[in-house]
C-alpha cells in the first residue's frame, strides 16, 4: 500500500517592492484621512459661520473680546449690539457677559461689557457678567457653572462668524443645548482665510483633548 506525503508550500516572503507598494498605500491613506477631516471641520465652520440660529434660549452669550479701560473696541461693540438685537427680538430674556482682564487693565472684559448694554437701555437684572475666562475654553467654564447654579439648559451664542462653530462645540461638551447667532455685519465678520485655518486648528485641538479626557474617564 503507497503512502502519499503532502507536502506544503513554502511561504513566499513578501519583497521589498511589495513592502513599499503597501507602506505607499498606508500613508496615502492616512494623508486621504487627515485631509478629509481638516476639510471638513473647515467646512463646518465656514457653514456655521453664516447660520443664525434664533431659537429661544434661556440666555443669549456675549463672548468678550478687547475691551479699553471699560470701553469696548469696536468688535466687542458690534457683538454686544448684536446681542441687545436678539433681546429685543424675544430670543432670551437675559444676556451673559464674559471675559477676564489683561494684568493692569481696570475692567474685565464682562464688566465693560455689561455697562455698554446698560448705557443702550438693557436692565441691569438682565445682565450677568461672568468676569472670568483668558480664551473661550475658560470662558465657556465659567458660564457653564452660573447656568447650572441658576439650572439654565440652552443658551444662543453670539461672536464672529467664524469663532461661533468651535464655541457652540464646546457648550455642547458641557452637556447645554447650544445655538449660534454671529454678528454679520461690521468689524470682525469677514471669515478669512487665516481666521479660518486658525478656528479648524483650535476646533480639532479641543476634540482630540476632549476625546482623550472622556477616554481617561472611562479608565477611571
Partial sequence: ????TLTTKPKKEMTK??????IRRII???ISFVLIVLLGTAGF???????DERTPS???IVLGAAQFDGTPTEVFANRLDHAYELIEAGVAPRVITVGGKQPGD???????GKSYLIKKGLKRSKIFAVPMGSDTYESIAAIALLMKMKNWQAVTLVSDPAH???????????????YSSPTQSGPGTEVTIDYLIRETGGTLQFLFLNTIGLADDLLG
Fill in 45 to 51: 465652520i465656514y457653514l456655521q459661520s453664516s447660520k
Fill in 28 to 30: 496615502s491613506g492616512f
Fill in 106 to 112: 481696570r475692567f474685565t472684559e464682562a464688566q465693560s
Fill in 58 to 60: 434661556d440666555a443669549v
Fill in 1 to 4: 500500500m503507497a503512502v502519499s
Fill in 17 to 22: 517592492k511589495e513592502m513599499f507598494k503597501w
Fill in 164 to 178: 461661533v462653530a468651535r464655541s457652540k462645540i464646546i457648550m455642547q461638551a458641557f452637556g447645554f443645548d447650544a
